[in-house]
């Protein structure tokens, strides 16, 4: 299969007069629909502008290559225009754009297919042909100069087959420079970012070999031989990749645009001998794809790869842990329907047999959310072992465990949580450090005893010591100013009640103003607990209705979670709104209070 069967005359447009990126996009899915290559254009124009919005497909040199994969699309098919007016499309290089390629890849496109579109995108990284597109006058010239180019890449990957062969004989052949790309959608910018490394070495006169992660799997592997042989390896990508088989070997790890915009750069870094070593790792086969290793002068140097990291292997406990909100919080919604015969008894939600059932399940999923969040971000930041100190960090941390009597215990929240996470992932790497002495007769038990007990006792006597004490002492803080209030302004109370309630989401400080509330109830205050009701609402509700109303700046996951919030925000389930909370608190929280 060629380029030009995905590509006919009817789906290119010359010389083509648009305002912006997204009339050109609206444009070329309209060629796609009228070609009947679409099941739901709509739906498909959606799918490519969220991919849009996760950053530029503007990848350089007056070109851009939007795509998506989706179940909208029936058929693989390509759609192109030249414009005869170059737009600003927030490229990698802030160059205005000319030249346009729409890639439509349904859900289940297989190999063949997606080989053909990474193909595309490596030859758009040639100047020359990119020109020569621009230039063409008809769609029918349009894609004689893309079928001649075609011949030509084909007889060029025939060459360097030949030369990996020989290499395997000849020693000199061998690659300097190996690489490794990945992108999200492994559609494009896995293979540009591939072609833009090769193009550089040839150019500076280095043997590289670049292997590719993308939706049609891992092509042109890196054999042991040749890793054992290079000398650095760059791992460019925006997401995990297998990397333990590099342990120590130097290693350059790169978002994958920054091999598109400097690949000349990365491989003079990548033989300046100032790549930090992959650390060895024998005690967790198989894992570290997402971890970073560097020295302390790297890291130094680098804050916002430290950000980086920070942030990746907080969103790997939030991913594990929203299904547990979603399951639970529409559990907990549905006890509360089972028993609307109760609406307004001191039992709603718990009056019948079967509405105490659906309730307990819901509550146990909430119970475990935080555990499962602190358990995955340790795992992210100190692999497999981490996980057991980490999961039991998070569970003292919901329960509140100190050295107070039980009764006084105050949950420390999603805050604990997170602490006890990182904490548990920092102290199996220090455990990994101290352990490297240890005799080889020993080195098998690491996994499975010092790890565990180690990490176990000191998560766990930090969290009992240091965490849960304090944050207890600080809810009581809170309960007692609130206490202090109540004989002022009572609109001012029930503001800063409803305030706090969407504080913490969940935390100590929404507990206290929850336990304020009831307080007041009891002593016949009405209108504090509806304020409290109203700011425990307010939140999941908000998040649901941004999710409706500017889908746009939220990813399909998000909007999916979203929604559930409806449910949580009716029935006073504050804590659907954690993970948005989490990925962006400066927006999130003061918009909610």
Known sequence: MQITDLLVPERVAL???????????????????????????GEYEKNVLEREAQGTTGVGGGVAIPHGKSNAVLVPALAAVTLREAIDYQALDGAPVRLLFLIAAPDGANDLHIQVLARLAQLLMEPLFCEELKQAATPEEFLAVIAKREQG????EARAEAVAEAALTEPRLAPRVLAVTACPTGIAHTYMAAEALEAEAAEMHIAIKVETNGADGVKNHLTEQEIENAECIIVAADKAVETTRFAGKPVLRVPVSQALKDPEMLLHRALSGTAPLEPEDESVPGMGGNRKAGSAKDGAAAPQEFGRKLYTDLMNGVSHMIPFITGGGILIALSYFLDRGNAGAEMFGRGTSLAMLVR???N???????????GFIAMSVGDLPA?????????LAIQGTSLAPQAEWVSSGFWGAMIAGFAAGLVVKLLRTAFKRLPSALVHIKTVLLYP???LAVIGFMMVFLVNAPLGRFNTWIYQLLASMQGGSRVVLAAVLGALMAVDFGGPINKAAYLFGTVALAGGQEEFMAAVMAGGMVPPLGVALAGTLFPERFT????H??????????CFITEGVVPFVLRDPLHVIPSCM
Request: hydrophobic letters at 50%; aromatic letters at 4%; a positive charge.
């Open 364 to 374: 146990t999923s909430f119970n475990l959310m935080y555990v499962v969040l602190a």
């Open 561 to 570: 979670t979203a929604m559930t919030n409806y449910l949580m925000g009716a």
């Open 556 to 559: 399909t996951k998000e909007r």
């Open 387 to 395: 996980l057991v100190a980490g999961m039991a960090g998070g569970m």
């Open 153 to 156: 890449e084909t007889a060029r």
């Open 453 to 455: 007990v180690a990490s």
């Open 360 to 362: 307990t399940i819901g």
């Open 15 to 41: 010389n083509m007069q648009v305002a912006d990126k997204a009339m050109a996009i609206h444009a070329m899915v309209g060629m796609l629909d009228r070609t009947g290559c679409l099941r739901d254009a």
